[in-house]
C-alpha cells in the first residue's frame, strides 16, 4: 500500500526537499498550506480529510525568523506556528483513523547560549528572550493536543546547511572576502529590545559562539528512522553530533570554497549589515551547542557528521548547476 504522508509548511527548503524526496519513494505526498494546494489553513475539514488515514504528519508551517524582530513581525512568528500547530491538533482529533506519527518542527534556538557545556534533551537548560519564548509556546501547543493514537515528536532542529538555507548569505560573504568569523562585542542597550526579549547580549569573544548544525539529507534520514522507532517521542535533538565554533565554520567554509583569506566582521559591521538585509545579529552570535542525545542512543547514523563533507556536499552540488 503507498504511504500517505501530509506536509504543512512545504513552501521552505526543507518542506520542498522531503516532498521531493517522500515522492521518489512512491509516497502520496499531500501538501497544506495558506494557498493550498491540497488544504488550506483554516480549512480544517480539508485538513482532516487529508490526515484521516494517512502514514505520518510533517509540520514545517511558520514564518522565517530571518527578519528584523519589530512588533509586526513577532507577532506573526508566534502566529504562525501557534495556530497551525493548533489546527492540526483539532483535524486529528476529528479523524477516525489518525497519522500514527506527528512531527512538529521545533528549534534548537531553545536553549540557553552555551558555552560551557552541550545541551541534550536531558540536561539541557532553556534559554529566555523572544526567540525562546518562541520556541517554548511552539512545543507547549503540541504537548497540550489530545491525540492518544498519535504519536509526537518535536524535532529541535539546528541550523539546517543545504541549498537554500541559512548557508547561501555566509558563501557569498566568503567569495567577497569578507568570510571571517562574526565576532560579538558591546552594542547599544534600548528599553524597547530589552523588554521584547530581542537584545543580543554580549558573551562570546573572538568567534568562539557554538555553531549547531544539520545537513539537510539527516533532516530526512531523521524522519525515517522517527517512523521506525516507536520508542522516541517529545522533544528530539536534530543536531549533527560534531558541532564546531563559529572560527570553525567559516575557516572551514573558505577551505570547501578555496578562498584563502576572510576579514572578519566585528559587531558593529554585523549590526548594520544585519539591519540592511532585515536580519537579527542573534542568528549569529548566540551559541548554540546542541547534541543529539535521543537519537545517538537510539543507534541513529548520520550521513554527515562532520562539517567539513557536508559543505563539500552542498557547494559541490550547486557548482554542478
Known amino acids: 500500500m503507498t504511504d500517505r504522508i501530509v506536509i504543512a509548511g512545504a513552501s521552505g527548503f526543507i518542506g520542498q526537499y522531503l516532498a521531493a524526496a517522500f515522492r521518489a519513494d512512491g509516497a502520496d505526498v499531500k501538501l497544506i498550506g495558506r494557498g493550498g494546494p491540497d488544504a488550506a489553513w483554516g480549512d ?33 512568528i508566534m502566529r504562525s506556528r501557534i495556530d497551525t500547530t493548533r489546527e492540526l491538533a483539532a483535524a486529528i482529533a476529528a479523524c477516525a483513523t489518525p497519522p500514527p506519527l506527528w ?8 536553549y540557553r547560549h552555551a558555552e560551557d557545556r552541550a545541551m541534550t534533551e536531558s540536561t539541557g537548560e532553556i534559554g529566555t528572550g523572544f526567540s525562546v519564548g518562541i520556541a517554548t ?36 560573504l566568503a567569495q567577497f572576502g569578507l568570510g571571517g568569523p562574526q565576532l560579538d562585542g558591546p552594542w547599544f542597550r534600548t528599553r524597547a529590545r530589552i523588554a521584547a526579549g530581542t537584545f543580543h547580549e554580549f558573551r562570546a569573544r573572538g568567534g568562539r559562539q557554538r555553531f549547531s548544525w544539520i545537513h539537510l539529507a539527516d533532516v530526512l534520514g531523521i524522519i525515517r528512522f522517527l517512523r521506525a522507532h516507536d520508542e522516541l517521542s517529545g522533544p528530539v535533538n536534530a543536531s549533527a553530533p560534531h558541532p564546531v565554533d563559529n572560527v570553525t565554520l567559516m575557516r572551514t567554509l573558505r577551505g570547501v570554497l578555496r578562498v584563502p583569506f576572510g576579514m ?35 543507534g541513529y547514523r548520520f550521513q554527515y557528521p562532520d562539517l567539513e563533507p557536508a559543505l563539500e556536499e552542498i557547494v559541490s552540488s550547486r557548482n554542478k548547476r
Not at 512531527?103 to 531553545?110: E, L, Y
Not at 491525540?147 to 539546517?160: E, F, G
Request: net charge positive.
Open 44 to 76: 480544517t475539514a480539508a485538513i482532516t480529510g487529508l490526515l484521516d488515514g494517512a502514514d505520518l504528519l510533517i509540520n514545517m508551517a511558520g514564518k522565517s525568523v530571518n527578519c528584523r524582530y519589530n512588533d509586526r513581525n513577532r507577532a506573526e
Open 103 to 110: 512531527i512538529n518542527s521545533s528549534t534548537a534556538t531553545i
Open 137 to 172: 509556546a511552539w512545543e507547549r501547543e503540541l504537548a497540550a493536543a489530545d491525540t492518544p493514537r498519535t504519536r509526537k515528536v518535536a524535532l529541535r532542529m539546528a541550523i539546517v546547511l543545504g541549498d537554500g538555507s541559512a548557508l547561501l548569505p555566509l558563501i557569498r
Open 264 to 298: 572578519p566582521a566585528p559587531r558593529p559591521v554585523l549590526e548594520l549589515g544585519t539591519a540592511l538585509i532585515r536580519s537579527e545579529t542573534e542568528l549569529v552570535l548566540k551559541s548554540r551547542w546542541v547534541e543529539p542525545e535521543k537519537l545517538l542512543a537510539a
